[in-house]
């Protein structure tokens, strides 16, 4: 939600901005701006995407070496060039890009009214740069940083800010609560931005701020302190990100190349948490809690979106596997709903930013609960990932389609392997079993590669459903949260109306739905299930749905049951929601090709959600 860059040093800023922009831009990409000093400060700002703002400053002076940039994911106000950060204080005296809503900006602006301000913007930000200002001119002997402290400190709401002073051409003042931020230490030089893409290329040394710190950068110094002016002491991080990982290489987009590279990422998730002679689970980053999660009375996931879907995996697991009480909530109705919890429930938080806001403070209550409270996260440093008591990084690699594939695989292997572990720990399934799930596991990877090379044929099936105006998706089982999962990937990058539901659900409303115009897609991979999805599949038939199923290799009942299939390569049930979910991640990739659509950036989405 909205993206944040800062640079202070002797390198040309205007290039570190934009690229920083465009590698944040997966978080918003509703205007962009930016702010150089020069000879004077100069803000540049449009409503619409980096690439716009690149062609608005094309004729001018872009010299610096300290700046900020922003990329906006509408809260407060339209998307529409004035609402665009950075935003500037009435006088002229402060600019400031922020990311993060303050809450009681109505409060705050009808005092500054009151006091002569004036307002240009619809955005609780500018109320923010104002009441900056209003301090710097009216506390004696206010610097920028003291005003930013006072300011600071009559907000409520999240922020993640970095602030020039037009007095002091040498710092940039940054401060965070709730929204992150990352401060890139190089040799003379300092980048801050909401994470470390915009960064690695110039350092990987980072240090990640904590909520309520306000950090002075200037090209040779960062001093911490809190807002209320107590020295904080940092800690230097090395982050671990290729460049590769941020460029879309060969591929046409950043969400193909990350659906192609489920094989790596899924065997990155499991390597080195399986024993070389796999005969073993071993969750290194849960040791010391496993014992807790082992006598869990009840283990309660929470996530959003596509995290959310593989909760529902992880619930069907474990429970069968590990006989241990699952339940799975989405975190923006768990954390307002006074849910009972106490120390014998583990909380576990399925996040692939590690940043989502209700996600976060789902956690943070469940934790004042007395929950034990672990995190599956995909970016390492994250919120989340820093502020739960243990927990397993899926190694996906930074994935940057908004819409989620490979972290939903990542996400789903930790869980199997969660759920395989304490069945085994726990005495409820064989060894011989145990050694049998691990085997299937390994096997993922090999069998999804045989499953991407069928793409031309997805993409042909896609051509002929198009122009499909609603979808429906029916699993049941492990492949019910896949068909959710499915209907959202449609939704999210085509904008076809698409409905996931349990395929046993179907006679109970959505079969009104079905006429020869609507395509109905399910998930019918060998399993116990089978035969009842069979029979769905049937019903779906009599009423001349157009049927499109996802098929275990060799079913020719289901193939000459439906119009279309995806084949997917036999497995056990418990690891076939990693395979089944490919074909139709690739299915709704192209269908939002085939229609025009911005398949990395769909409409009115973000990839991170820092706000609820
Ligand atoms: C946004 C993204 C989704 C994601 C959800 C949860 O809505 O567009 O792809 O699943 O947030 O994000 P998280 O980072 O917590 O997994």
């Known amino acids: 939600m909205c993206g944040i860059v800062g640079y202070i040093g002797d390198k040309n800023v205007y290039p570190i901005i934009i690229q920083g922009l465009q590698r944040l831009e997966y978080r918003g990409y509703d205007s962009a701006g930016l702010a150089i000093y020069n000879d004077q400060l100069h803000v540049y700002k449009c409503k619409g995407r980096v690439a716009d703002l690149e062609k608005f400053v094309a004729n001018d002076d872009m010299s610096g070496h300290l700046g900020i940039g922003h990329t906006r994911w509408a809260t407060h106000g339209e998307p529409n060039d004035c609402n665009a950060h950075p935003h500037t204080s009435m006088n002229g005296d402060f600019v400031l890009v922020h990311n993060g809503i303050i809450e009681n900006y109505a409060e705050l602006k009808s005092d500054l009214l009151k006091k002569g301000y004036t307002f240009q913007s619809a955005t609780d930000t500018e109320v923010l740069v104002n009441l900056i200002e209003y301090f710097y001119r009216n506390v004696e002997a206010a610097t920028g940083e003291i005003a930013v402290r006072l300011a600071l400190s009559k907000v409520v709401g999240a922020y993640g800010i970095v602030v020039i002073c037009k007095d002091e051409k040498h710092q940039l003042i940054a401060a965070r609560k709730g929204s992150p931020l990352v401060i890139g230490i190089g040799k003379g030089e300092y980048f801050v931005a909401s994470d470390a893409t915009p960064i690695v290329n110039y350092t990987d040394s980072v240090i990640y701020l904590n909520d309520h710190d306000v950090a002075i950068i200037s090209k040779d110094s960062l001093t911490l302190k809190t807002v209320e002016n107590i020295p904080v002491a940092f800690k230097i991080t090395k982050v671990d990100m290729s460049i590769g990982d941020l460029e879309k290489g060969d591929f046409e987009h950043f969400m193909l190349k990350e659906i192609f590279e489920q094989p790596k990422t899924i065997e990155d998730t499991f390597r080195g948490r399986i024993t070389p002679d796999h005969s073993d689970i071993v969750?290194?980053?849960?040791?010391?809690?496993?014992?807790k999660i082992m006598n869990a009375k009840r283990i309660i996931i929470i996530g959003c979106g596509t995290s959310w879907h593989a909760a529902l995996v992880g619930e069907y697991l474990i429970e069968e596997y590990a006989r241990i009480p699952v339940e799975v909530e989405y975190a923006s109705e768990f954390r307002y709903r006074n849910p009972i919890l106490n120390s014998d429930d583990v909380v576990i938080a399925?996040?692939?930013?590690?940043?989502?806001?209700?996600?976060?403070a789902a956690l943070r209550m469940a934790k004042e609960k007395g929950a034990t409270i672990l995190g599956i996260c995909n970016v390492v440093g994250s919120s989340i990932a820093r502020e739960t008591d243990a927990g397993v990084y899926t190694h996906a690699g930074v994935e940057i389609g908004v819409a989620s594939t490979k972290a939903f695989t990542a996400q789903v292997t930790v869980l199997t392997l969660l759920a395989f572990k304490l069945a085994h720990e726990k005495g409820k399934i064989s060894i011989g079993t145990y050694l049998d799930l691990i085997k299937e596991l390994t096997e993922i990877p090999d069998k999804l590669k045989s499953i991407l090379v069928k793409h031309p044929h997805i993409k042909k099936v896609a051509a002929k459903y198009k122009d499909a105006i609603n979808a429906l998706y029916l699993g049941r089982g492990y492949l019910f949260p896949v068909a959710l999962e499915?209907?959202?990937?449609?939704?999210?990058?085509?904008?076809?109306?698409?409905?996931?539901?349990?395929a046993g659900e179907m006679k109970h409303g959505p079969i009104a739905l079905v006429d020869d115009n609507l395509p109905v897609i399910v998930v019918a991979a060998k399993d116990h299930y089978y035969e009842k999805i069979v029979s769905n599949i049937q019903e779906v038939k009599a009423r001349r749905g157009n049927l499109i199923a996802v098929v275990t290799e060799g079913d020719d009942v289901l193939k000459a049951m439906v119009n279309d299939v995806f084949e997917i390569p036999k497995s056990h049930p418990a690891v076939s929601p990693l395979l089944a979910i490919v074909p139709l991640q690739l299915f709704s990739y192209y269908i939002a090709v085939l229609r025009g659509c911005d398949v990395d950036q769909p409409r009115n989405l973000a990839k991170s959600v820092t706000v609820e």
């Open 350 to 360: 399925i996040t692939q930013s590690g940043e989502t806001a209700d996600t976060l």
């Open 283 to 291: 969750l290194g980053g849960l040791l010391d809690v496993f014992p």
């Open 486 to 502: 499915g209907a959202l990937k449609l939704k999210e990058i085509s904008y076809i109306h698409a409905e996931g539901y349990a």
